[in-house]
């Protein structure tokens, strides 16, 4: 009880959400009781005419119990088409198109045999009472097509075909009276791989049978593919020898159950070996199909053949709505129709009517609304089906043929007025084949399959409920008159309420690559198998599965997840950075302490320890110390072309005026101590100044190669945007590298010279020598030179230039704290020291000892 209950609600709310929407959604009901399912058999309808107006008088045929309940559906489409043609004044004007109806030929080879038997007219004979029909209509079923279109051939009457499209069928040379109302499929691989690429499934199977429209369907699914980068897991190939089918069904069985593909596509007609298969493993097979609606109906045992247990897509030509279809279903009924027991027969078999005892062709307890419940629990309602609206386009084919041959021959006709007028079947097949028309529910169409047409599909969703009823929705269409963008339209409405993907699993061969991966192919595989790598550094991708990440320009680098690039962050050492500020602020110091000192020197210059070692040089030396430890503000602050220049020529040339003079006062002392010596030479180039020459010297030959440095490639302004990740750092270019070596290798060369000397010279007797301090101070400025040299190389960003300045302060205060601040001490704090009188008294003390 609470099943049912649960059915009714969930039939009841379906169909009010179906009645607000478009597209619309058609109930199937799954009669386990009807063994038959969803079976068609064969119907000829055998097309004459009559030249007069026979009003519901053209139908003859016996319906009986052979017919299956698709068939009946179709006989009501011919009765509808021929209705409308016949009641139409505007074609075949007193003329009326009559039909005979033979079904289920080929269950009944008796049957075949006698319809054939009087179908065909032998040569040179007419026998009195045989009926000539102008065109035989065919189908559902090819094979049976197939089989009389030689006899007819023999009769040159005219076949027209109504099934689905095929192959075998449209070889002209051995059909040449058929023609097919159906065009070939050649949109359905691009559709079904356009709905594929929409659910974003690239790892599919492929079920076609072996034939040569199968392997057409699946060359043209490959293309389709190719342009999608849709690739195909597996492809059964179903044979149609029946006992190479029993050999090969387990490996078909497994090669579907061992791929991980969940999507397959299954192309082929229902009575063939590929249905077969599908049914027998049914039940375990769970995949989402996608396949056409060939195989869209109920088995004998009352489900679906494609089993939606994950659903199914069927692609379904589009077919318009027919309001005069239901209108006709709805009043069609045997007391409109006189004489003709075969309808009455009908409505008596599969309607469950009774006939009058009065009159066989009459019924009793018999009403529309029996049909209509009939027709609900069969079809999808009152719409017709692609075989039932190719019948009825192909009914009026014939009659806009006739019409038009009618039209050509107009002046026979009046002439024969009353007497008839004959057609031509051959004649009107001529016209037929190319005729194009547009019929009563405004669909063009073209009886010219030569000439290209854009399909129309309509695509539905079929799922399962469960119990006895499915539930099959409209949830899209197909258009080839659109862009290639715009031809697959799917409402988002539709699919989000008939279908749960949440809970499907995806079919693909590799899980996509996040953003900041590329894709790599595995070797060996399909282009939709792949690994995910990282983005190498500085780059990124923004998107799934991308092939290849992109660089970062120049002035951006990569985020922490590389999915997209930042504006790089310009730096420099500037004064408002903390160690900008503190270097900054250590030059200023020291300059102004050795102002201090310059200041101290001058104000006690007349004492001994001034006096010594040339005053001169030292007061040269204070101020190019003073120099120096400003130069350093150079390097601090937004790099421009003039501060790049004083950078590197500045400290040049202060650092070589200072070097030199540590030089000069080195040999000073050297020249002191050989004066001790009575040489007249050596007192001359003391007294004369002569060290002082060696500044000037020294440091014009400085200036000459930083001039010729300048002269050829000066120093600019760069911008380094590889060294510090997320940064450009604004730098100053050294120009020519070799000038640059040049210039530091000259001034290295008299720091090692100033070294050496003031090293030879530490040991040697005065009392204010100062060789000592000068090897000292010395020694700091080349270690903390060639320390540079080395943390230089492996420091990044501001710290290289913050390194530089702290190398320019460190050299300078060496050279300022190990010269002069023994002197100062000696100055400020031991005056007695530094004087005249305690100089004589302990040179004096020193000769007496000499002395004894």
């Known amino acids: 009880m609470l099943s049912f209950l649960f059915v009714f609600l969930v039939l009841n709310l379906s169909f009010f959400f179906c009645s607000l929407t478009d597209p619309v959604c058609f109930w199937r ?71 005979n109806i033979s079904c289920n030929l080929m269950g009944d080879q008796k049957r075949s045999r006698l319809y054939a038997k009087r179908t065909v007219n032998f040569p040179n004979y007419y026998c009195k009472d045989q009926r000539k029909y102008i065109i035989v209509l065919t189908g559902p079923m090819w094979l049976l097509s197939s089989f009389l279109g030689p006899l007819l051939y023999m009769s040159k009457t005219p076949e027209l075909y109504y099934g689905h499209f095929q192959p075998l069928l449209n070889v002209h040379e051995q059909f040449p009276h058929l023609c097919q109302m159906s065009p070939k499929d050649t949109s359905l691989p691009f559709a079904m791989v356009s709905l594929v690429a929409h659910f974003r499934w690239n790892w599919v199977g492929v079920i076609i049978p072996d034939e040569v429209h199968g392997h057409e369907f699946l060359s043209e699914l490959r293309e389709e593919m190719q342009n999608k980068i849709v690739c195909i897991a597996f492809v059964s190939i179903i044979t149609n020898d029946a006992i190479s089918y029993t050999k090969m069904a387990d490996t078909y069985y497994n090669q579907i159950m061992m791929s991980s ?19 027998w493993n049914y039940v375990e097979i769970r995949r989402i199909w996608v ?101 009825y386009n192909a009914v009026h084919a014939v009659a806009y043929s006739l019409h038009e041959m009618l039209l050509n021959h107009v002046d026979t006709w009046s002439k024969n007025a009353g007497k008839g007028f004959a057609f031509d079947s051959q004649q009107m097949f001529s016209i037929l084949k190319n005729m194009q028309f547009v019929n009563p529910a405004g669909d063009l169409v ?53 279908t749960d993907f949440r809970q499907t699993p995806p079919s693909i061969c590799s899980r996509s690559c996040s953003p900041g991966h590329r894709k790599s192919p595995q070797e060996g595989k399909a282009v939709c198998c792949f690994d995910c790598n990282r983005c190498l550094e500085n780059e990124i991708s923004n998107m799934t599965n991308m092939d290849h990440c992109v660089m970062c320009p120049d ?9 997209h690039c930042l504006k790089k962050v310009v730096t420099f050492l500037a004064y408002e950075d903390p160690l900008g500020m503190s270097l900054a602020a250590l030059g200023l110091f020291f300059s102004f302490l050795t102002a ?95 060290p002082n020459i060696i500044i000037p010297i020294c440091t014009m030959i400085q200036v000459i190669l930083c001039g010729i440095w300048l002269g050829t490639s000066p120093p600019f302004v760069d911008a380094d945007a590889q060294t510090v990740h997320g940064h450009i750092l604004i730098v100053c270019n050294k120009g020519s590298a070799t000038a640059f070596h040049c210039v530091l290798g000259y001034l290295g060369s008299l720091a090692l010279a100033s070294f050496t000397m003031a090293f030879l010279a530490r040991n040697l007797p005065d009392t204010f020598n100062e060789a000592k301090y000068l090897t000292f101070s010395m020694l700091v400025f080349c270690s903390v030179w060639f320390t540079f040299l080395l943390v230089y190389q492996s420091t990044k960003g501001k710290g290289m230039v913050a390194v530089e300045v702290f190398c320019i302060l460190a050299s300078s205060a060496g050279l300022l704290l190990c010269i002069f601040a023994p002197k100062c001490y000696i100055i400020l704090f031991k005056p007695q020291i530094n004087s005249f009188h305690k100089l004589r008294k302990t040179y004096c003390k020193d000769e007496n000892i000499h002395e004894i």
């Open 29 to 99: 009901i799954k009669d386990k009781n009807n063994m038959e399912g969803d079976k068609e058999v064969d119907c000829f309808f055998s097309i004459y005419t009559e030249h007069r107006y026979m009003k519901n008088d053209y139908f003859s045929g016996n319906l009986d119990k052979q017919l299956t309940p698709k068939n009946i559906h179709l006989i009501f489409s011919l009765y509808f088409a021929m209705e409308e043609i016949n009641r139409n004044p505007h074609i075949l004007p007193n003329i009326s198109l009559l039909v």
């Open 261 to 279: 593909a969940k999507v397959v596509i299954v192309y082929g007609d229902k009575d063939s070996l590929v249905c077969h298969f599908i049914l």
């Open 291 to 391: 396949s056409m609606s060939q195989l869209d109906s109920i088995t004998f045992m009352g489900d679906f053949m494609l089993n939606p247990f994950y659903g199914t897509f069927i692609f379904s030509h589009k077919n318009p709505e027919m309001s005069g279809f239901k209108q006709f279903i709805q009043t069609v009924h045997p007391s409109n129709y006189s004489n003709e027991i075969s309808l009455a027969k009908l409505w008596w078999i599969y309607f469950e009517c009774s006939f009058s005892s009065s009159n066989c062709t009459k019924l009793k307890d018999c009403s529309t609304k029996t049909l209509l419940k009939w027709f609900y629990r069969h079809q999808f309602g009152m719409a017709m089906s692609d075989t039932s609206y190719n019948l």
């Open 446 to 498: 073209n009886m010219n399959h030569k000439a290209k047409q854009d399909t129309e599909y309509d695509i539905f969703y079929i799922m399962d409920h469960k119990s006895k009823i499915g539930l099959k929705v409209k949830i899209g269409k197909f258009s080839g008159h659109f862009p290639n963008e715009q031809q697959l339209y799917m409402s988002d409405e539709m699919i989000e309420w008939a």
């Open 555 to 563: 002035d951006q680098y990569a985020n922490t997840k590389q999915t």
């Open 596 to 690: 201090v000192v310059l200041v101290v020197f001058l104000k006690h210059q007349g004492t001994p320890i001034v006096k010594a070692n040339n005053q001169v040089l030292s007061y040269v030396l204070l101020l190019s110390l003073i120099l120096c430890f400003l130069c350093s503000l150079l390097y601090i602050g937004q790099p421009h072309t003039t501060t790049c220049i004083l950078q590197q020529t500045t400290f040049a040339i202060v650092f070589t005026v200072a070097t030199s003079s540590v030089l000069a006062k080195t040999i000073t002392v050297v020249l002191a101590f050989k004066v001790t010596v009575p040489d007249a030479k050596m007192r001359w180039l003391l007294a004369s100044g002569a």
